[in-house]
């Protein structure tokens, strides 16, 4: 219906059907595939795991090889020691020193290890969370573009209809059919519309801009939607389950969930600093001297293996007693966490009452639509035969607009808000891009961007 009272002025925006048009499904998948969000987040992911890696390696053996070589210059001028050579010699010494320590308990390690476990699912978390943002956006973006170019349309066909009725007043001013003033209040009306239409094109590219930034790439002309789109009530019907459904699946929450024991974990780490702990140590060294103030030189080996226990008494790693502020930080993750699931709650249940609200209002506003049509229509014809005041008229033209932005919001909001909804419950998936996708109407006027700047100057 908003497609048949618009198509007046359909032409005017711009953009040959011919034009290669980019639906949501296409343009999803040329920006995610090299997104810099989406790229950031899995190299974060990758970072845990090899975190995780390192966090198990760290019961392992610890192996270390040292290798010395040194020059001494031995001058003995005097010794009342018999077996002291006199004399001034040069020599030098090398010595080989391997190490390897096995520990046996530290309850580091195994803090350590949660914490890294918590980190490697925080950050899938956050990848999940990044990738549904990016699509999320991406539809935002499109169907804003979409609802900008509708309202561009609207504001078009009424700047038309002012035209049209103030050439047609001031033939019938030139007849004496009608007063002047009726020209100066259309005329006044023109310019109020023309600056709508104006600030429609202006957003309209802005909105082209802004989509061009979610996707990361160039945006070519779109698809809009039909002129028809089913508009049901999401199912579930009640917005508790969505509710449920968001504290068990939303991305966002379950990345703040493992950030809290992530926390935990280090608060652990940090307390078990004051622990004892056991470690199993190999020595074998070999030390290879060229000279002694004894004149010879030597040659040994000796090998040791050692059993320690450590027990931290003050200021063990020389940090002072950082489990305190870890242990804050953990109380400040669990707050927090706690804090998003009553945001993300409220976030569902708005953009819940959204999609109903506006599922139910469209039979409603189409009904009002089609008769504001009929009295538009018929005021138009009384103020021919000249039984109506031009205002009447305008006022009429007006409300026709109105209703038709009423009409197309309701179902911009209605995808938008369901789409959110999906996103909110961590349910947001290609199949959302592609139903979308499904909407449009590749047959129709592409959507472009306003190239040529349009005279602003009303016609007198």
């Known amino acids: 219906m908003i497609a048949r009272a618009l198509a007046l002025v359909v032409m005017l925006v711009g953009g040959a059907q011919a034009q290669q048009v980019i639906g949501i499904a296409e343009l999803a998948d040329r920006a995610t595939a090299l997104h ?12 845990a795991s090899h975190s995780l890696r390192d966090a198990y390696l760290g019961f392992a053996p610890r192996a270390n090889l040292v290798f010395d070589r040194s ?4 001058n003995v001028i005097r010794s009342d020691n018999f077996l002291y050579q006199r004399g001034d010699r040069g020599f030098s010494n090398r010595a080989y020193t391997l190490e390897v320590m096995q520990p046996l308990f530290d309850p580091r390690l195994f803090a350590q290890l949660r914490g890294s476990y918590a980190a490697l699912r925080r950050t899938r978390e956050e990848l999940t969370g990044v990738r549904q943002r990016v699509l999320f956006e991406l539809v935002q973006g499109y169907l804003t573009v979409l609802a900008s170019h509708d309202g561009l349309l609207v504001a078009r066909a009424e700047e038309d209809v002012l035209r049209r009725q103030l050439a047609e007043l001031r033939s019938r001013a030139r007849l004496g059919l009608s007063a002047p003033t009726d020209a100066d209040e259309v005329e006044a009306r023109l310019g109020q519309a023309e600056a709508v239409r104006i600030a429609a094109e202006s957003t309209l590219n802005a909105n082209f801009a802004s989509l061009e930034r979610r996707a990361g790439i160039r945006v070519g002309p779109l698809a809009p939607l039909a002129g028809r789109i089913p508009m049901v009530a999401p199912q579930p019907a009640e917005p508790q389950p969505w509710v449920e459904m ?13 950030a809290m024991v992530e926390a935990r974990a280090l608060a652990q780490q940090q307390a078990a600093a004051l622990l004892p702990r056991f470690d199993l140590r190999f020595t074998q060294n070999r030390n290879q001297a060229g000279l002694t103030v004894y004149g010879g030189g030597s040659d040994i080996a000796d090998r040791v293996l050692l059993f320690r226990m450590t027990i931290p008494l003050f200021n063990p790693d020389g940090a002072g007693t950082p489990y305190f502020a870890a242990n804050s930080r953990s109380v400040a993750a669990r707050h927090r966490a706690a804090d998003a699931r009553l945001d993300v709650e409220e976030r569902v249940r708005v953009a819940f009452e959204e999609v109903i609200s506006n599922a139910r209002r ?6 009002a639509l089609t008769a504001q049509q009929r009295v538009t229509l018929g005021k138009r014809q009384r103020f021919t035969a000249g039984l109506l005041r031009i205002r009447e008229v305008l006022d ?6 109105q209703a038709q932005r009423n009409l197309l919001g309701a179902r911009y909001n209605y995808l ?14 290609e ?3 592609l139903y979308i996708d499904g909407l449009l109407d590749r047959r129709a006027v592409v959507v472009d961007r306003i190239r040529q700047p349009v005279s602003n100057s009303i016609n007198r």
């Open 362 to 367: 469209e039979a409603s506003l189409v009904a």
């Open 396 to 401: 009429s033209e007006r409300d026709l607009a």
């Open 246 to 258: 968001a504290h068990r699946g939303n991305p966002d929450v379950r990345a703040l969930d493992a």
């Open 431 to 433: 199949a959302d891009i």
């Open 416 to 429: 938008l808000n369901l789409m959110m909804l999906k996103r909110l419950a961590g349910d947001f998936a």
């Open 71 to 74: 020059g001494e210059r031995l």
């Open 36 to 47: 810099p969000a989406i790229l950031q987040a899995e190299a974060t992911r990758s970072a």
